[in-house]
């Protein structure tokens, strides 16, 4: 009983201390994001020694130690890094302990009298968790030089206690436990003990790194096991008479009378009295265990490479950054002269947003009508008290001010997934997916984190809730800048994982059958052994992008992918003024390509970075920004004319309401019909509107789409817009009763009379005094009764033609009986 005890008690402990490590592990996260973790295997080999403690010990204690006794042990382990503080190892081993009364007991004592000694060569596999108290962050070479740690788990051993005969026996060692030197194995009730034995071990260790792949480490583990037979002693003497004529069982039952010591051939005083049935022999009440030092050499086989240095999606690009700071570009400080970058110059125009702040605002894209883009501007609910500054975080503003350039007031995306983090970018995929770049900085060891990619759900224009991870993620390195096809199957996006020709690569990816294709290289068409960020595919299937490693001006440059039998053969230069000496990327562009914004940190901003309006004021027919002078054509005013007419007279309708929302800057424009049903507005080419009327006593329409996109030389449009009037009956129903007793009146008969016409409606209650009639909502009624038994005189009815949306509407009748 008290054994059993014991161990429950071991288990309470061991599973609060592994519950206490494992809350403190996740306390220390910051922002509950787990740092990036190589998680590795290793191959470990270990020897040392092995020390036993039980009966014959003068301490139980797993702290004692007994160095008249030691034994070796030696074995190896396989490990798995799963975290940043876990290690999970799979070890085999062998260990040798030993006991003798002889050596340990002091003369006169019982255990000098009792004479009993052993030795056993325990083997055994371990399955094991390590629990780092320093966290391992990074890559497997950037491991802590000094990692301590504890460890439990599991142990299954297997047991053999010996023993050596004297010399009248043949002095050699022979297995005690078929012997059953405590009359084990006699009957039913007293079974053998079991030589496979399960074990509980707890430990302390350290490892010291002595290379990149090498760490040379020291140990302690103690094995409380389930068994008290690893000593083959327990319980008490049986006497010589119960092992009949095995006299090797009795011989090792009972060694008292030995004068000479078997393991060190010393002689021995014999006690004066032998032991009998019933004698203690053993403790019985508590287990046995044992020791283990070990001297560990560990060498990872983890083939994960070291991460490359910081890529450009992790460096500040806030400041201005000269072409001579750039070493890739070196070879390119003959491209100064501007000839050939200056050729596309008088087709753009480019502006500094209103939005724009001291702080940076960057990666712009469209979003309900709007921009999304990021911003680390001075708010004081996004300040980081650690590094001074704001977090980046997503802010929107409506394209009607940005094409208005007014300041206006963005608004902050604070959604509740979204915070602990910066905000790199984002793309909304449809009306109900959004896909964000996200990143935390400021961990333990780490500049900054890697990029990810979070696919969330769209709850509100503003409210955004995290479904996922994309399974591109991954703590060796960053995905960033997605952008998708129109029906979103295609995806590209920014990566600096290993295959990449140089710092960052523009990858694809394609959805089949719900799933993510694995990422493709576009290849050294776009790729360089620069930098290339900040795709963009536009709805016409052509791929934009920045880079500092095709021939440019300076910084990133941002270039036009050139297409045939839809593979990419060829990127252009923007040129001026999109392109600058320094970093100009994010290029986004509007359906028709004649508006589109971008990022810079090129002198004359207010901050870092600015967000800059690109107007394309002449555009090939192709719709190529770079393709030569040929076919050239402008923005051009144009007239939009038309009438509203009635859709059931034909009939033009005057003081009607029309609006006109250009589809690109989502501005809004109403006016009225004049006295002939007619409007003008002012437009222009390559464009997209939709136009619709409204007016009291109609329906709302469906808005008429108009697009002038591709349109030039045309200086005027008409279009006819069809409005439809409500239902101009009612119908009316209740029931008659009796103003003062509220019975319901039967068959009585009402007549309803329009005073503007010379209209009567007879109408007759039913049996259960229900009455229904149509009238004109337009027209003012009033009723009358001529029943005998009612005051005779004219009932007024509400005025229904203030209800224009109204086809039923209930009126009970009560009719004043006369006194």
Known sequence: MTSKFFNLKLLFYFFSFFSI??????????????????????????????????????????????????????????????????????????????????????????????????RNDLFQLSALGQIDILPHLGHYSQRRLVTPYVLTGVTVLFSNPRGKTTE????????????????????????????????????LGVNFKVTDRLDIGVEWVTRFTATDYLDDISKSYVGDVFFGGNQLAAAMADRSQESIAVLTGEQRQVPEYKFGPGDKRGSNNVNDGY??????????????????????????NEHYTPISLHANKVH?????????????????????????????????????????????????????????????????????????????????????????????????????????????????????????????????????????ELPFNNEHYSISEPTFSQDGNTMYFVSDMEDSYGGTDIYVSYKFKGQWTYPINLGETVNTPGDEVSPFLHPDGTLYFASDGHDGMGGLDIYESISKDETIIAVANLGSPINSEYDDYGLILNNVKRVGYFTSNRIGGKGGNDIYQLNVNEINVSRMLTDEHENLFLVEEM?????????????????????????????????????????EFDISNESNYEIFPSAFGYKRMKATQISTVGMFGIGELEQTLLIESLAKKVKLYGKVTDKKTGDILKNIELVFISPDENEN?????????????????????????????????????????????????KYNIRLEPKE
């Open 21 to 118: 490590t494992s809350v403190y592990s996740q306390i220390t996260q910051k922002d509950n994001i787990a740092p990036s973790t190589d998680k590795h295997w290793a191959l470990t080999v270990y020897g040392g020694w092995s020390n036993y403690y039980g009966d014959l010990t003068k301490s139980r204690s797993p702290f004692a130690t007994n160095f008249q006794l030691i034994g070796g042990n030696i074995g190896g382990a396989f490990e798995k890094r799963l975290s940043h503080r876990i290690v999970v190892r799979g070890e085999f081993g062998w260990s040798r302990i030993s006991g003798d009364d002889n050596q340990t007991a002091e003369a006169g004592s019982f255990e000098y009298d009792r004479n009993l000694h052993f």
């Open 168 to 203: 009248n026996n043949g002095s050699t060692w022979v297995d005690l436990q078929p012997l059953g030197t405590e009359g084990q194995g006699t009957s039913t009730t007293k079974p053998k003990y079991n030589k496979t034995v399960m074990a509980l071990p707890l430990g």
């Open 291 to 316: 020791n283990n030092v070990s001297v560990r050499v560990r060498y990872i086989l983890s083939k994960n490479k070291a991460p490359k240095d910081l890529s450009w999606l992790h460096k500040s």
């Open 332 to 468: 390119q400080s003959s491209t100064r002269e501007n000839s050939r970058f200056a050729k596309y110059q008088d087709r753009y125009s480019i502006q500094n947003l209103a939005i724009n702040t001291e702080g940076s605002e960057r990666s712009p894209n469209f979003y309900y009508g709007g921009l999304i883009y990021s911003t680390d501007r001075n708010d004081r609910k996004h300040f980081n008290k650690k590094s001074r500054k704001s977090y980046y975080n997503f802010y929107f503003a409506p394209l009607h001010d940005l094409y208005r350039n007014e300041q206006t007031r963005p608004i902050a995306i604070d959604t509740v997934d979204l915070k602990g983090f910066h905000h790199h970018s984002a793309f909304q995929i449809n009306d109900h997916q959004i896909i964000a770049t996200m990143y935390s900085a400021d961990l333990p060891n780490q500049e900054v984190a890697q990029h990810k990619l979070y696919m969330m759900d769209i709850l509100g224009e503003n409210i955004w809730k995290e479904e996922k």
């Open 639 to 679: 007239k939009l004319k038309g009438k509203v007419i009635s859709k059931d007279t034909r009939a033009p309708l005057p003081r009607i309401l029309v609006s006109l929302k250009n589809k690109e800057t989502n501005a809004l424009i109403t006016k009225r019909t004049d006295s002939n049903g007619q409007f």
């Open 761 to 809: 409606i007879y109408v007759k209650s039913d049996n259960e005094g229900n009455y229904s009639m149509e009238i004109d909502k337009d027209k003012k009624y009033f009723f009358f009764v001529e029943e005998d038994g009612f005051v005779q005189k004219n009932y007024a009815i509400p005025d229904l033609s203030k209800f224009r949306t109204v086809k039923t509407m």
